[in-house]
């Protein structure tokens, strides 16, 4: 026959102290793990969401960004060209040759300068990024110093927001708009007109082509047709990868991290669980002869310590993800190694999260819990109750 | 004496319980080294960089280059000792993963303005009268396992093409803060094939190194190279070499901050998991709490019992947390060195272990010692187990 389960309950709450600071240190590794992986979960999200599947990036063969790629001008308009380009509503080609530059910015807080992307925009740029929304003001006008700025730039840098002003490349540049680019990447970054940034950099050449499939399982096709073209020295991905391949140093330096962390982490809590529960048994050792002698089996006591145990890591896990659930009112902003530039993100709590921090937590309770219990399960009736 | 031989009797009363708690300790203490280790790590460039050296780069960004011609107007100006100037070549040696610092710089200024890279005399000569010649840090050589002499090819990122470099020099670091991982070849070599190939990338430096006479005249120079520039095509901005490297740390504080909160979270889950031990403890104890109070003894004995028992367990715990730390350093330093070239435990990080593990010891017994001191006789007597 079982013991009941309250009886686990109550014991936990008899040694109050104890359970709390053990379902504490529990609570923290569980916290510091679901954090990292809300964070990895945030950066990937907005970088995997940039893209769009139907879009393709042009770039110089070999340069693994827009930043160090450049496509002179016959280049772009060979690529332009290309017969699989869709068209828009009005017949216009939906393809989009940009100039992707760094510049630096002082951010409003502090003094201190963070690298901005600036990209320079034609016609078409907007029609391919359905994910960038206006949120006021207006679009910046060809041929005129404008300037649009993402929503995160808007926030944190001197100078970004709406009727402001920016200085860089010998000109001023006036502020007309704030877009929103909902969880993505281009929230980060600062659009203008292709030709007047040109002009103002002294670039004569464009960073990157960006078009939209008409079928996008031609993909593979249009690849192999411009990569093989002995005019181009290109590489084209589609979106989706390009902004994938640049999140992944990122994305694995701080699973490492979190990883680590978290091992070194938990075996600290773990060794914590089991001197609980091996105090638990041994002040209860009376108990437990009586138990048995009540005719309760091996297996039923093991049961119940171990439950008892599960508990413990029950309550740190969810302790743990209520305090990390807060952190998602956080935005993160950091310099991507690869990219080089600021790229701002939040915490994002997923459910795989959330099943992986329980699970977790009742790892814990349960690598903290066995030997312990195995110890109880053990113990020789008589002698059991000899002891006081 | 005898107080310190009845704490640890106490203390090793329980071997199991106090053998787990011991280790917590060390493991936390281990991980809290780690961690600072890293962090410092992180601030190795701005800890290595001189406050008389300055650096001139585009105001725009770095990405963007000044032209070479600013060289003799730079030089012009009053309180500037040398100029010396290099561009960031961005090369791949075979693949991604093997990252190292590559630039082209114009090699005897530059070399002469870091007197931390020694480099035999005989191997700066031989670099010098080779074009396509480097040196490279003895770290990065034992890494690829280069040999005097040997060609090693380079893919250019932002210079399109294959490179060939022949290894000429290899410098070592003057101490342990110097960076021992570059590579550095000659800016003339970069500019005559860009010049053939895009020329208007020609004649173009990424930046301007600049030393100065004497430390203060900093901001006087910096303000001066930047009026000259100003309105140009090319504005410059120049600041001190240790501003410059703060400017990257500062871009990615967000990690080096997050890093540091959790290295102090440890600390805090190892508290828990001490003051948990102790509160069992005396939970177990009150019996003979009551018998010493009985005996005449007062609350300050129980006091120095209780705190006196929680310190022997962290510091031995902290001490092994610290001497462990050592190899766990060079072991991590050693695979983690494509991301940090410059991984060593520093006193400071030593000295915050020891007083973590100090704190621990004293907060995990306040609560305990509450309870033990306030507990009244007759109760403690009646109390069984």
Redesign the interface.
């Known amino acids: 026959m079982a013991i009941p389960f309250s009886y686990s309950l109550r014991n936990l709450w008899t040694r109050r ?2 359970t709390v ?2 379902a ?2 529990m609570a ?2 569980v ?2 793990f679901a954090a990292i992986l809300m ?1 990895a979960a945030g950066l990937q999200q907005t970088l995997v969401e940039t893209g769009s599947p139907d879009n393709v990036v042009v770039i ?5 960004t827009e ?2 790629s450049g496509l002179d001008r016959q280049q772009a308009s060979v690529i332009e060209t290309e017969a699989e380009i869709a068209l828009g509503p009005e017949g216009e080609r939906l393809a989009a040759k940009e100039v992707v ?4 910015l002082p951010k409003r807080d502090r003094d ?4 901005v992307v600036i990209r320079g925009i034609a016609a078409a740029s907007v029609a391919l990024r359905p994910q960038v929304r206006l949120m006021e003001g207006r679009l910046p006008r060809a041929g005129s110093a404008e300037i649009m700025a993402g929503q995160s730039i808007a926030g944190r840098f001197k100078g970004g927001g709406l009727g402001e002003t920016l200085r ?3 000109r001023d540049w006036r502020i007309v708009g704030i877009f929103d680019a909902g969880n993505t990447g281009f929230n980060s970054e600062i659009w203008g007109d292709v030709d007047q940034l040109m002009q103002a ?2 670039r ?2 464009y960073s990157s082509a960006i078009f939209r499939l008409r079928n996008p399982r031609a993909f593979e096709a249009v690849r192999a047709r411009l990569e093989g073209d002995p005019r181009l ?1 290109v590489e084209a991905k589609r979106e989706t990868r390009y902004y994938r391949d640049q999140s992944e140093m990122m994305a694995t ?1 701080l699973r490492i ?1 979190g990883i680590t ?1 978290t091992i ?2 938990s ?3 773990v ?2 669980a ?3 529960m ?2 638990a048994v041994s ?1 209860r050792t ?1 108990e437990i002869g009586t138990l048995r002698a009540l005719g309760f089996q091996r297996g039923s006591i093991l049961a119940a310590f171990l439950m008892e145990s599960l508990l413990l890591g029950f309550i740190g896990g969810c302790l743990g993800l209520f305090f990390a659930s807060f952190m998602q009112l956080f935005t ?4 991507n ?1 690869q990219t ?1 530039s ?1 790229l701002a993100f939040s915490f994002t709590l997923t459910a795989d999260i959330v099943w992986k921090a329980l699970g977790f937590s009742l790892l814990m309770g349960l690598l903290g819990g066995v030997l312990p219990a195995v110890r109880a399960s053990r113990m020789e009736i008589v002698d059991a109750l000899r002891e ?1 | 004496m005898l107080i310190l031989k009845l704490l640890f009797r106490n203390a090793f009363r329980h071997k199991l319980r106090t053998g787990l708690t011991i280790l917590g300790i060390t493991i936390a203490i281990l991980a809290f080294g780690l961690l600072r280790t890293v962090v410092a790590a992180w601030y190795a460039g701005v800890e290595a960089s001189s406050a008389s050296r300055l650096v001139t780069r585009n105001a725009i960004s770095l990405i963007f280059p000044l032209p070479i011609s600013y060289k003799d107007k730079i030089r012009q100006v009053e309180g500037v000792r040398t100029v010396s100037y290099g561009t960031w070549f961005g090369g791949v040696y075979i693949n991604e993963k093997n990252f190292f610092p590559n630039m082209a710089v114009e090699g005897e200024s530059f070399l002469r303005m870091y007197p931390e890279f020694v480099l035999p005399d005989a191997e700066l000569r031989a670099f010098l009268k080779d074009r396509k010649g480097f040196v490279a840090g003895r770290k990065l050589i034992a890494k690829f396992k280069w040999k005097m002499g040997d060609t090693v090819a380079l893919k250019g990122l932002i210079f399109p093409g294959d490179w060939d470099f022949v290894l000429r020099g290899v410098y070592r670091g003057r101490d342990k803060t110097v960076d021992e991982t570059q590579f550095l070849f000659h800016w003339d070599y970069l500019n005559e094939r860009v010049k053939a190939r895009m020329p208007g990338w020609a004649n173009q430096v990424g930046f301007y190194m600049i030393d100065l006479n004497r430390p203060e005249l900093a901001a006087d120079v910096s303000t001066a190279i930047d009026g000259i520039f100003k309105n140009s095509l090319a504005e410059t901005m120049t600041e001190t070499e240790k501003a410059f490297q703060m400017g990257f740390v500062s871009m990615t504080e967000a990690i080096v901050m997050a890093i540091q909160a959790v290295s102090f979270i440890v600390i805090f889950i190892i508290m828990a998991v001490v003051a948990n031990t102790m509160a069992m403890t005396t939970r177990e104890r009150i019996g003979e709490y009551a018998v010493l109070k009985t005996l005449g003894f007062g609350g300050r004995h129980i006091l120095a019992l209780i705190l006196g028992e929680s310190l022997v367990i962290t510091l031995i715990g902290g001490a092994l947390g610290i001497v462990l730390t050592y190899p766990a350093a060079a072991m991590i330093g050693h695979k983690l060195s494509n991301f940090f070239p410059i991984f060593h435990i520093e006193a400071e990080t030593v000295c915050l272990g020891c007083l973590a593990a100090l704190l621990v010891g004293i907060v995990a017994a306040i609560l305990p010692t509450r309870r033990a001191v306030g507990i009244r006789i007759a109760e403690g007597l009646r109390r069984i187990g």
């Open positions: 102290l104890t600071l053990t504490g240190g923290l590794v916290f510091v964070l110089r063969k070999g340069s693994m930043v160090q530059v760094l510049i630096s201190k300068p963070a690298n860089f490349g010998m950099f002294r004569p050449v020295t330096f991290l962390l070194i982490f075996l600290g809590a060794i914590g089991m001197i609980t091996y105090a002040n009376g993160v902003s950091t310099m190694f080089f600021e006081v």
